[in-house]
């Protein structure tokens, strides 16, 4: 038995979605272990094309058994529209193959109430928030100010606790932003309208988790965003909410004693970034239109456009190291065949020093890139699923990634399909 964990390596948004999707034929059991609603995994397969948000990117393979971890925001009304959504386009969501941990968190609707009047609030020094109520949501989780998914089997205990909260809510809402107060009327006919809908789904995941580390089942961790975005390690305070690495798996899956033997990091051919925070490799004009147009750099939740940048090696190498990736997965090298020479961010400059270690947060801002270039290929590379068919051009880029951060680069990913990949 092998345990995967399939994260990001950087800024979020490199294709996380398309390798769990991938992978998970080998794989028995697929678990999101943190984040909520407020990105997107864009999945292409024989159902069609998906931008999941809350599901985990198992539910396509059949037998897989999937699960939305403790470590989850689980917003309930997002997440039966997603489900109506995908069983619509024929995919099967059954108790049988999708369980909610009993254990995991309820995001609220004042919880997306809080995230946009907030960030009113900041104006123009905002986070770059999704508004999807991520923040206030974990940090009432911190609090211990929330509801359980395993409470909405106990009504008369759930109405009194929400009622308590609404209490504490009201008092945030109305007298810090004076916005309008809940009722417990609406609150309570929400969770029951939405919470109906989903609690066929809720059940003690950690016992099946359990079961199957038993079984000699083999388990796939699914992480939400990047290196770059962990609240711990990333570019504080431009962070989500939630611990992305891959440490943190374990327990926000509700298996805390499980060993992640294999950590797949996923790294874009390129840069791209939603939202605010710094950006050291960021391209600008022109140059950036042309790349984000290349490959269609829209946020999949937002529908934002990206920032796009060449590839930075540095922060790179930093998330390869906070992940403790055992193996990249390099995604949308074909959306580079347009260029005639590939810009590459090999060092940054630090008060007209060179530096090759990411610096601290404050510092970012502070830092320039060095760009240098490498030969292009300038030909179509999406039909290539063999190392040997990729140009001699393409086959050095990759090379020169994998050194430059220390870790094999063991898929390439040529397109957004299914099969459209090469393994080493």
């Not at 930093?318 to 403790?324: F, I």
Request: proline letters at 4%; aromatic letters at 10%; glycine letters at 10%.
């Amino acid at each position: 038995m092998s345990n995967c964990a399939i994260v990001g390596i950087n800024w979020g948004d490199e294709g996380k979605g398309r390798m769990v999707d991938l992978l998970t034929e080998s794989y028995d059991v697929v678990c999101r272990y943190q984040g909520g609603g407020n990105a997107g995994h864009t999945v292409i397969n024989e159902y069609g094309k998906f931008a999941l948000h809350l599901l985990p990117s198992g539910i396509f393979r059949k037998g897989v058994v999937n699960i939305l971890g403790n470590g989850v925001a689980v917003d309930i009304e997002n997440l039966w529209t997603e489900m109506e959504m995908v069983m619509s386009q024929g995919v099967a969501l059954t108790p049988e193959n999708f369980h909610i941990s009993e254990r995991a968190s309820l995001l609220l609707p004042w919880h997306r109430d809080l995230d946009g009047l907030e960030e009113a609030r900041l104006a123009d020094k905002k986070y770059g928030s999704t508004k999807q109520g991520i923040a206030p949501f974990y940090s009432d989780k911190y609090q211990k100010k929330t509801i359980l998914a395993g409470e909405l089997f106990y009504p008369e205990h759930l109405k009194a606790h929400v009622a308590d909260l609404l209490e504490w809510k009201n008092l945030t809402l109305t007298r810090v932003y004076g916005a309008p107060a809940y009722t417990l009327e609406q609150v309570m006919d929400w969770l029951e309208e939405f919470g109906s809908k989903v609690k066929p789904y809720i059940c003690d995941t950690g016992a099946l988790l359990r079961q199957a580390q038993a079984d000699g089942k083999e388990i796939l961790f699914e992480a939400q965003l990047g290196a770059l975005r962990d609240l711990d390690f990333g570019i504080h305070p431009y962070t989500t909410s939630s611990n992305a690495v891959a440490a943190y798996a374990p327990v926000g899956s509700g298996l805390p004693g499980a060993k992640v033997d294999k950590v797949v990091g996923v790294v874009k051919a390129y840069s791209t970034c939603v939202g605010e925070g710094p950006f050291v490799c960021e391209m600008f004009g022109e140059e950036a239109e042309k790349l984000r147009e290349a490959g269609f750099e829209f946020g999949a939740k937002t529908g934002r456009p990206r920032r796009v940048g060449s590839i930075d090696l540095v922060a790179t190498r930093y998330g390869v190291t906070m992940q403790a990736a055992t193996d990249i997965a390099l995604t949308k090298l074909d959306v580079l065949s347009y260029m005639d020479k590939i810009p590459v961010c090999t060092h940054y400059l630090l008060d007209g020093k060179q530096i090759d270690e990411f610096p601290f947060p404050v510092l970012l801002d502070k830092c320039e890139p060095v760009i240098e270039y490498v030969d292009g290929w300038k030909e179509d590379i999406s039909g290539c699923r063999k190392w040997e068919e990729l140009p001699e051009n393409a086959r050095k880029y990759v090379e020169m990634i994998e050194k430059a951060i220390g870790c094999h680069i063991t898929y390439v990913s040529v397109g957004a399909e299914r099969d459209a990949y090469i393994e080493r």
